[in-house]
């Protein structure tokens, strides 16, 4: 099995796709038609080196060296492109290398050989060489779920009738000629009727009745906030959406939809009720998958609370054989659940991130969290 390749993610980029030709022969080396097949392939085989360009066509190179350390902390990420300082800026800034494509054909050949720490070849193309070149023979596509066959049901066996016992006469025993003796009946004692001697105990008007303690109780010792048992997603104070609040969120989740492809974009409260939602998914019950969603949260708040984190977030993401999940939390206040049926659109990881990031700085500001 192949481990920590260098993966190089083309695009149109016709300086990349001579180097994916030339490195074809090469075991460890794997060419990825786009940006979010990438990123599915890095979950599988973090590589060890990314190459890509800098504008692709689900993504810009630059989102993609933002995401993909989420899921290959420790690969080397080159950006190539045209050389500019507000290119190479905008790539330093993610943490990637940019490898600046200046000069001639050959110049920016021998540039991306010596990012990637490899020797060029003796003889390197020119611009004429490069025009429309084919896409690399080994470009690769991470495997298309298959739908699971139905099971065969098994008819389930016939229960056997079973034996009826066999009964055993037992013979009573005989009745015994010595008669038993009768049980002793319980003796009454007489109840002490009460004598006109015995003085009743009276209540003196001038007695003082026993002394109140006014003193205050002293107060409870303060309780470290680390070691008290803490709400799931516990944030400062309830979360109140207006009116005027629920209109643009409406719109908001709207647009997300349409931009990521899902089928159903909702928010839930930190129990995993809903509070806004846009679109559905007949055959699921949003009433459930709110409440698991915000279980499999709360560990990740508890955490964030033993590390003393005030602005974290967790993602989860759940990729099946007919839906794709991505779940984001905001500030452990609220939710932001996008569901995908594959059978209509299955969810692209390097999208659904790209926009749920911003629209989860949109809804920040709307619900000032």
Partial sequence: MMTDPIMIVPGKNAVLHYVARQM?????????????????????????????????????????????????PNTRILIAG????????????????????????????????????????????????LQQPPAPTNTRRPPEPQPQPARAETPAPQPQPKAAPSVVATPKPAPSATPSKPAPSAAVTPKPTPSAATPRPTTNALTPKPAINTAPHPAPAPIDPLDEPAEPFAGSGSLVILPQQLSVLNKLLEILAKEVGAQCVLLSDPAGMVLVQWGALPSVVMEMTGPLLATSFSTANQLARHLQEQD????????GSRYDIYAFNISYRVILILMFDKRVNPGKLGTVWVYAKRAMKQLQQILKL
Wanted: glycine share 4%.
């Fill in 82 to 129: 045209p050389a500019s300082a507000v290119n190479e800026g905008e790539v330093r800034a993610v943490g990637a290398e940019f490898v600046a494509l200046s000069g001639s054909t050959a110049d920016a050949v021998r540039a991306v050989y010596q990012a990637l720490n490899i020797a060029p070849p003796p003889v390197l193309p020119s611009t004429s060489e």
């Fill in 312 to 319: 974290s977030s967790a993602v989860y993401i759940h990729e």
């Fill in 24 to 72: 074809d022969g090469l075991d460890d080396v794997v060419v990825m038609d786009s940006a979010n097949h990438a990123l599915w392939q890095a979950r599988q085989t973090p590589p060890r080196i990314l190459l890509a360009d800098l504008e692709l066509d689900d993504m810009s190179g630059v989102e993609l060296a933002e995401i993909l350390p989420n899921f290959a």
